[in-house]
T-cell receptor
């Protein structure tokens, strides 16, 4: 159990266009999902925390008007990169947190490779 | 500022060698420490450690946490070429640490392990 999917796995778009990335928890409900970005040879950097039914919490330096997050249900969160630029090219990874009686764990999606030309 | 530091950043060994990867942290409101293995896509979960001195094992991998000295090690014995990956250490913080959501992770930069045949 605890499978998280992302769609698409790979996308190329032109500068100025918007791209939507979906993150789904397939076999559990996730009240909280996290969005990370990873540049080549660097570690994962948290972009924002998405809670179902409420506004996302963005990390310092992440533009909320550029990276729109919607957590519409307990199994789906979306990240929309608006007016994408080449510097937005990166590997975007989501994770979903499953609530348990004990310590929380996060389950990662496979990631989405975004290339902006 | 909360931080997670991994060492070494890069390591090259031969098959059969034993390796030890280090992770130290300075984090307020520590909840747990997690180890991940990242190959070409998103990280895959290895271990979660919450208590000092209790070794977690999975096959040739083992890990232990020292909450007094604020570090963890990941051991891999009898390494194989399939162990080649980036190993990420992450610390989970509790609610209210910095205003973010409960349970989000701070990642270290990772240790890139290359196992030569």
């Amino acid at each position: 159990g605890a499978v998280v999917s992302q769609h698409p796995s790979w996308v190329i778009c032109k500068s100025g266009t918007s791209v939507k990335i979906e993150c789904r928890s397939l076999d559990f409900q996730a009240t909280t999902m996290f969005w990370y970005r990873q540049f080549p040879k660097q570690s994962l950097m948290l972009m924002a925390t998405s809670n179902e039914g409420s506004k996302a919490t963005y990390e310092q330096g992440v533009e909320k008007d550029k990276f729109l997050i919607n957590h519409a249900s307990l199994t789906l969160s979306t990240l929309t990169v608006t007016s994408a630029h080449p510097e937005d090219s990166s590997f975007y990874i989501c994770s979903a947190q499953r609530n348990r009686a004990g310590p929380y764990e996060q389950y990662f999606g496979p990631g989405t490779r975004l290339t902006v030309t | 500022e909360d931080k997670v530091v991994q060492s070494p950043l890069s390591l090259v060994v031969h098959e059969g060698d034993t390796v030890t990867l280090n992770c130290s942290y300075e984090v307020t409101n520590f909840r747990s420490l997690l180890w991940y293995k990242q190959e070409k896509k998103a990280p895959t979960f290895l271990f979660m450690l919450t208590s000092s001195g209790i070794e977690k094992k999975s096959g040739r991998l083992s890990s232990i946490l020292d909450k007094k000295e604020l570090f963890s090690i990941l051991n891999i014995t009898a390494t194989q070429t399939g162990d080649s990956a980036v190993y990420l250490c992450a610390v989970k913080r509790g609610v209210g640490s910095y205003g973010g959501s409960q349970g989000n992770l701070i990642f270290g930069k990772g240790t890139k392990l290359s196992v030569k045949p």
